[in-house]
């Protein structure tokens, strides 16, 4: 079955960067666009960036600048670098696959940004 596991978030000081990933497993990865969202507690979960089978890439006006999506579809994994993060950035990143009909996501990492 299809899996997508994220890993990389922590605690983390105002200022300072993070490093998500997520490897994903049971499906034909190069042909999916990937995506990274986040919700934070008491709010919507909203896209951070997203990246195409062709590696075109779209981001949310509040991290433009400051966070990169790439991905790697020799090692089936999508990656989110996440610079100079502030308290708003706080909440839980899931990834998330998709590709015409079929939508799947992972369970999740949490990111505190936080002195």
């Known amino acids: 079955q299809v899996r997508l596991v994220e890993s990389g978030g922590g605690l983390v000081q105002p200022g300072g960067s993070l490093r998500l990933s997520c490897a994903a497993s049971g499906l034909t990865f190069g042909s999916y666009a990937m995506g990274w969202y986040r919700q934070a507690p008491g709010k919507r979960r909203e896209l951070v960036a997203e990246?195409?089978?062709?590696?075109?890439?779209v981001y949310a006006d509040s991290v433009k600048g400051r966070f990169t999506v790439s991905r790697d579809n020799a090692k089936n994994t999508v990656a989110l670098q996440m610079n100079s993060l502030s308290p708003e950035d706080t909440a839980v990143y899931y990834c998330r696959a998709i590709l015409s009909g079929y939508d799947y996501w992972g369970q999740g990492t949490q990111v505190t940004v936080s002195s």
């Open positions: 990246i195409s089978s062709g590696g075109r890439t």
